[in-house]
């Protein structure tokens, strides 16, 4: 019987409970509510306070990164520029090198035709007369004509007019006069290879093989060495010397390591002679 009235005394008690303690129970959730509210309208402005500091920042970063690859690239350009202008200015005083020599050669050529002048004898250059009559008015004696020299520059324009016409028998006669005639001219090296060359395209691979070896040991200095062994490679390769061509390329490559035009064929050689090998 207890038991059972227990229920109803916990709900008369409920009914108990005076309205003005909801009401304030009520409005300390509802002061709640509106301060969660607030809180997540602040935390909304936050986040996209921070989404656009975010965003300046990524453009700012962006814009940094661009504006240093731009100065890298700059950089860049101004360095191969000054590489490139040094690489002319190298070539060109090569070339001025070059010239100065040849005028050099040419200079000592004159000076040696000047002085194996026949020089005429007092009594020769004297106004003479005619033995067979006294009587004869007397004549200057005219002292023999004499054989005019030929320069460097012009032995080599001839050998190398007929190099460039094909005239290769003509060019070997023309580049071995000039290298007799001249031989400490800076050009002789490459005389030497012209030589080679000439007998390479007629298929005289001997006498190639030959020329090629006489650069490299008689001008190991010359600028035209680099060729000697390219050439030599392929003079070895023609004759099917293999391993004697490979070792002309290896050569090149390890003496010339900053050759990058004979080199690098050199390199394209030897890439084909070890597929083929293999």
Known sequence: MKFKLLPLTVACLMFAVPSSAADKTHQQMMAEIRMLQEQQAQLQQMVRGLAETLKVMTSAIEEQTAANRKGFADQKLIVDNVA???RILREKADDTNVRLSTMSQEL???????QTM???SAASSAVTGDP?????P???AVPPPTQPGVSPSKAWDSAFNDYTAGQWDLAIQGFEFYIKQF???PRAGDAQV???????LQGKYREAET???QVISNYPESPAVPQAYLKLGQTYEALKQVDLARRAYETLIKQFPNDVSYGQLARQRLDSLNKKQE
Do not use: F, H, K, M
């Not at 000592?108 to 000047?114: A, D, G, K, M, P």
């Not at 067979?132 to 004869?136: F, H, L, S, T, V």
């Not at 012209?194 to 390479?200: A, C, K, L, P």
């Open 194 to 200: 012209n030589i080679g060359n000439s007998y390479y």
């Open 211 to 213: 020329a090629y070896q």
């Open 183 to 185: 031989p400490t001219s």
């Open 84 to 86: 490139e202008g040094v």
């Open 132 to 136: 067979a009559d006294p009587n004869a």
């Open 108 to 114: 000592e050529s004159l000076r040696t035709i000047v």
């Open 138 to 140: 007397p004549v200057a």
């Open 118 to 120: 026949p020089v005429a």
